[in-house]
Structure formats: C-alpha cells, structure tokens
T-cell receptor, first 115, second 108 residues
C-alpha cells in the first residue's frame, strides 16, 4: 500500500516568508510525528498527534512554528517569518496508534532552504 | 534532558562485521529502535529491543542492556549497500529521541 507522502519535496524561500509543509500519513495510522533534521544531525522531535487528543507540541522550537491535523489524517506544518536557521529537512512519520512497541514509518521529507 | 550518544563515523570492509554502539540517558524507556538512513532518503526501520538481550534479523542483530543504558547494532557480511547512517532512537512514552547517527562507510 501507499506509504507516507510529503509535499513539496523541495522548497526554497526567502527569509521572512511563511511556508506550509504537508504530510499524508499511511491510511489508518492514527499517530503522526513531525521531525526536523539539520545537515549531518539526528532527528529533532517537533510535534506529535494521536487521534483526537491534544497534540504534544513540546518540541516546537518557537512560536513561529505551528501544526494542524485535519480530520485525523493530513497534517500541515507551518513556519511563519522563516529564518535561515530553519533550513533543514522536515520529516513526517506515522504509526498505527503510537503504542509503546510500535515503530514509525517515515515520509521522504521536505528539504527547506531559506535564503 | 535526554541524551543519546553514538560514534559519528565508522569505516569497515566489505564482508566484515561491524558493531555500532549507542549509549543513552533518558527520563523514561519504552524501547530502543535502530533505523538506517541512506543519504538523501528517509530513515527506515531496522530493529527494536524492549527487553535485555540480543535480537537477530538476518545479517542485522541488536543488543540491549537497560541497566547499562547501552545498545549496539551488529552488521554481518557487510555489503557496499550497507553504507548509510544508522540512527539509534529511544522511545519514551509517545516520543522518539534520536542520536545524531553513525555514518558507516563500507569499502571494497
């Protein structure tokens, strides 16, 4: 079946502009994660959605970052007033229910470059 | 805070065995996961450990000691396609905390 998809695959923007990144999780997966990966670094947790529960936003680095998940499926990560340090790969992952023993499946990522 | 440590880079020869270590200090523990990430691609799941001991999956094995906060990933019969970064991640309740990854270079 289809995996996690993300769009756009690449995004170049100017400093100060807003960007929206989209994630389509695997059908039926109720848990959705957003991560940021800077060049040569590990994955930094940003936000976690589980079903209809309030999202865990504890990883968002500033109030310029926000995320929504509509209808328990598609998610959008929005970065307002982008800065050069926001340049990174933004990865989305989903899992069946976010249970303790479950792994997550990653999308291909969106490569964001802020000029 | 959460601390996951892995060596930055390792080099090994095709056909050999390599062990990638991971040490962790986290406020909680629900499992340790290993992912493979080829350059420019998304991470893919390799294995996980919840209980102490060795889990074997073909050419890949992973070991966990919870009392020592230590895990390793063992890759046998290395192939050129195993050149990639290997990410260690600790799951704490509903979050994954990742190390910076170990870049493995397999040479002929």
């Amino acid at each position: 079946g289809a995996g996690v998809s993300q769009s756009p695959s690449n995004k170049v923007t100017e400093k100060g502009k807003d960007v929206e990144l989209r994630c389509d999780p695997i059908s039926g997966h109720t848990a959705l994660y957003w991560y940021r990966q800077s060049l040569g670094q590990g994955l930094e947790f940003l936000i976690y959605f589980q079903g209809n529960s309030a999202p865990d936003k504890s990883g968002l680095p500033s109030d310029r970052f926000s995320a929504e998940r509509t209808g328990g499926s598609v998610s959008t990560l929005t970065i307002q007033r982008t800065q050069q340090e926001d340049s990174a790969v933004y990865l989305c992952a989903s899992s069946t229910s976010g249970g303790a023993l479950e792994t997550q499946y990653f999308g291909p990522g969106t490569r964001l470059l802020v000029l | 805070g959460q601390n996951i440590d892995q060596p930055t880079e390792m080099t090994a020869t095709e056909g050999a065995i390599v062990q990638i270590n991971c040490t962790y200090q986290t406020s909680g523990f629900n499992g340790l996961f290993w992912y493979q990430q080829h350059a420019g691609e998304a991470p893919t799941f390799l294995s996980y450990n919840v209980l102490d001991g060795l889990e074997e999956k073909g050419r890949f094995s992973s070991f966990l000691s919870r009392s020592k906060g230590y895990s390793y990933l063992l890759l046998k019969e290395l192939q050129m396609k195993d050149s990639a970064s290997y990410l260690c991640a600790v799951k704490n309740f509903n979050k994954f905390y990742f190390g910076s990854g170990t870049k493995l270079n397999v040479k002929p």
